[in-house]
């Protein structure tokens, strides 16, 4: 057990004393302002304290002042048509016949998910301009649901990138840093939903969606200081978002605090006959928690790699010793491949996008170049060079060379199997059976039961465990210079950042990116809760209690 000693310091800690020394103070007579959470509007259009025009006010305002700076939103919508859904929301609250809780709350939309009435370029000049005929299916249940779709948020073109400065649109700051730093101290906002991270830190939003591919919420999250969660694959609808990697793509929520992301999550797992890869899970619900007794949280010792910094491994020690606090057993578990599955990601991940962004071809989809016509320079080869970027058309000849008749054995098939192994790592390790595997065993297990058979207590399973505790990052938010230089290493090196949020993308599991403290230079650094496919909502449950012992801000 020694690299669980390096995250885990003895269990009498500073939250050893009382549970209500850990929990932020929230007090009643807080102001409503740009930085209020998801939940306390609620409860105040509720309480009938403030307004859905309150709230969007408050939003413009935010945008307004720092859009300019952070660049975190590409198209805001029409304030004419803001301020009409606005009070007609509010007519619904006075009337009590709101559609929902989200009924009036400013909510994003990342570029790559598609409006009828905002545009989505993917952050791509190969679709500048497209106006999609539909809204996608998590639009359009927000919409139904009374939300004010308030703009589209920047990101790294099709999904490709960890930094967001992969974008036609230009690279999204990090709002944690002030405007008047961000020439000389600029911060990456994280990719590739970097700009629904900013948006949400930035107060331009209440909540944001964003696509998860490989890390592409919880990264952002962990680096701009927000909630940032991927469900299992499937729950929520891909209807209607453009694809990167169609195996891995997820649609994710970014909010203020846990609840928030409940909030949005409750309202967009819903099963869709217009998605293939939908999945109608019988999920139980799980009761808000206080006590964790009971409950064994796994601290897997690979996640324990080299260059991880020292804010991060005290804040992952620091939020072991919390669980434990509240009655958690934490125990050490091995995932033995998790060393592969970036390998394999950036095998699977490119292939996929190869044969997906086939279509933009400058005749039935996308940028059409207008260069003079060249027989060495067909139309189709000109088109995509030119609506390409650098990190989109890497990924394209990375993808295509691994699906090629000789190289598909040696490189798609054995990344194939790698996967396999990640996703039987986590099977091995969890209480809780993979639903998705129920059949083929003949266990009839819900999503959100644990098996019998695998029970982490009692009887002598006692290896079995119902949730993993990692850091969401290997440090907190890096230089935007440091990314933007021209050096051959910088591709590698975003790559390697993935490492702590790839695995679970390949196993298709709930991932939640929770910020859990600062670095020596103030910047907020992260953990990551992650549990059995389908087990969302104990993810959620068991994260609205670790975001309650955040350790204060340290003071330089």
């Known amino acids: 057990m020694p690299k669980l000693r390096l995250i885990r310091r003895c269990v009498h800690s500073q939250y050893a004393s009382s549970p209500k020394t850990c929990r932020r103070t929230h007090t009643a007579a807080a102001q409503l302002n740009c930085k209020s959470s998801l939940a306390e509007s609620v409860a105040r259009l509720r309480s009938g304290t403030t307004s859905p025009a309150k709230l969007l006010s408050i939003c413009l305002d935010a945008i307004s002042a720092r859009n300019s700076n952070i660049n975190a939103l590409i198209h805001v919508a029409s304030t004419t048509d803001l301020r009409a859904n606005a009070t007609a929301a509010e007519e619904r609250w006075k009337t009590h016949n709101q559609r929902g809780p989200l009924d009036g709350i400013p909510i994003a939309i990342k570029h790559n998910i598609c409006t009828r009435d905002l545009a989505t370029t993917c952050g791509s000049k190969m679709l500048e301009g497209f106006l999609s005929p539909n809204d996608a299916t998590v639009v359009k249940l927000l919409r139904d649901r009374g939300a004010i779709i308030v703009g589209k948020t920047n990101m790294d073109e099709f999904g490709m990138g960890s930094a967001n400065i992969h974008s036609f649109h230009g690279p999204t700051q990090n709002p944690v840093?002030?405007?008047?730093?961000?020439?000389?101290?600029?911060?990456?906002?994280?990719?590739?939903?970097?700009?629904?991270?900013?948006?949400?830190?930035?107060?331009?939003?209440f909540a944001a969606l964003g696509s998860d591919t490989g890390g592409s919420v919880r990264t952002p999250a962990a680096y701009t200081g927000v909630v940032g969660?991927?469900?299992?694959?499937?729950?929520?609808?891909?209807?209607?978002?453009?694809s990167y990697a169609s195996s891995l793509d997820t649609v994710g929520i970014l909010a203020r605090r846990v609840p928030d992301v409940k909030l949005v999550y409750d309202t967009l797992a819903h099963y869709d006959e217009l998605d293939s890869t939908s999945v109608a899970l019988k999920s139980t619900p799980v009761p808000p928690l206080e006590d964790l007794t009971g409950l064994r949280i796994g601290v897997p010792q690979e996640y324990h790699v080299e260059g991880l910094s020292e804010a991060v491994l005290e804040s992952w020690s620091a939020a072991a010793d919390f669980l434990a606090s509240r009655g958690a057993t934490v125990v050490p578990v091995s995932l033995p491949h998790t060393q592969q599955a970036i390998p394999a990601y950036y095998v699977i991940a490119p292939a996929e996008a190869s044969s997906n962004l086939a279509k933009y071809d400058g005749v039935r989809y996308g940028h059409r170049s207008s260069a003079p016509r060249d027989q060495a320079a067909p139309l189709y080869a000109t088109s995509r060079t030119e609506g390409f970027g650098a990190e989109v058309l890497r990924?394209?000849?990375?993808?295509?060379?691994?699906?090629?008749?000789?190289?598909?054995?040696?490189?798609?098939?054995?990344?194939?199997?790698?996967?396999?192994?990640?996703?039987?790592?986590f099977d091995n390790v969890f209480a809780m059976t993979n639903p998705l595997h129920a059949a083929a065993t003949g266990n009839t297990t819900s999503a959100g039961q644990q098996d019998p058979s695998r029970s982490s207590a009692g009887s002598g399973n006692t290896h079995k465990v119902d949730l993993l505790l990692t850091p969401s990052a290997t440090s907190a938010a890096p230089r935007v210079a440091d990314y933007m230089t021209s050096s051959s290493q910088t591709p590698v090196n975003e790559c390697i950042n993935d490492v702590m949020t790839v695995p679970a993308s390949l196993a298709g599991l709930p991932a939640l990116a929770i910020p859990f403290g600062h670095d020596?230079?103030?910047?907020?650094?992260?953990?990551?809760?992650?549990?059995?496919?389908?087990?969302?909502?104990?993810?959620?449950?068991?994260g609205s209690i670790v975001e309650k012992g955040q350790p204060p801000k340290r003071v330089t």
Not at 177 to 205: K, Q, T
Not at 524 to 529: F, H, K, N
């Open 177 to 205: 840093i002030p405007d008047a730093d961000h020439e000389s101290n600029g911060r990456v906002a994280g990719g590739s939903s970097g700009g629904s991270a900013a948006a949400v830190a930035a107060g331009m939003c």
């Open 229 to 242: 969660f991927k469900p299992s694959y499937g729950r929520l609808s891909r209807f209607g978002l453009v």
């Open 395 to 425: 990924r394209i000849m990375l993808g295509t060379f691994v699906l090629q008749a000789n190289s598909y054995t040696s490189y798609y098939q054995q990344a194939q199997k790698l996967r396999r192994l990640v996703q039987r790592d």
């Open 520 to 542: 020596a230079e103030g910047l907020p650094v992260g953990i990551q809760l992650l549990g059995q496919y389908g087990d969302d909502q104990r993810v959620l449950a068991v």
